[in-house]
C-alpha cells in the first residue's frame, strides 16, 4: 500500500541545481532509511543519498558537497538538492524507503534528470 511518488526531475544545464521530491503516502517516520538512487543506461543503480529516522545522512563521493538530501516529516516528503550538477549526473533518479520491522522495502517509479554541457 506504500507508495513513493519522484517529481522535479528535468534538463539543466551543467553547473545548474534541481530539487527532487518524493512524496510518501505514509508516515516517513514509519522508514528506517530513506535515500535516493539513481542509474544511467548501461550502469549499475547506485545510492547518491541516504537519510535515517534519526537525521544520519550518507553520501559517496561522487555527490558529497553538491547533493543535500532532506526530510519533512510533516509533509511526509523527502528531497534531494542537487546543485552544481555534471553532466555525468544523468539518470533516472529513484526514491527508496526502508523499514528494518519486517524487511520491508519500496521504490518509486522514478524521475529522470538531465544535465547538459
Known amino acids: 500500500q506504500v507508495q513513493l511518488v519522484e517529481s522535479g526531475g528535468g534538463l539543466v544545464q551543467a553547473g545548474g541545481s534541481l530539487r527532487l521530491s518524493c512524496a510518501a503516502s505514509g508516515s516517513i517516520f514509519s522508514f528506517n532509511v530513506m535515500g535516493w538512487y539513481r542509474q544511467a543506461p548501461g550502469k549499475q543503480r547506485e545510492l547518491v543519498a541516504a537519510?535515517?529516522?534519526?537525521?544520519?545522512?550518507n553520501y559517496p563521493d561522487s555527490v558529497k558537497g553538491r547533493f543535500t538530501i532532506s526530510r519533512d516529516n510533516a509533509k511526509n516528503t523527502v528531497y534531494l538538492q542537487m546543485n552544481s550538477l555534471k553532466p555525468e549526473d544523468t539518470a533516472v533518479y529513484y526514491c527508496h524507503a526502508v523499514r528494518l520491522y519486517g524487511k520491508s522495502e519500496y521504490w518509486g517509479q522514478g524521475t529522470q534528470v538531465t544535465v547538459s554541457s
Open positions: 537519510i535515517t529516522s534519526g537525521g544520519s545522512t
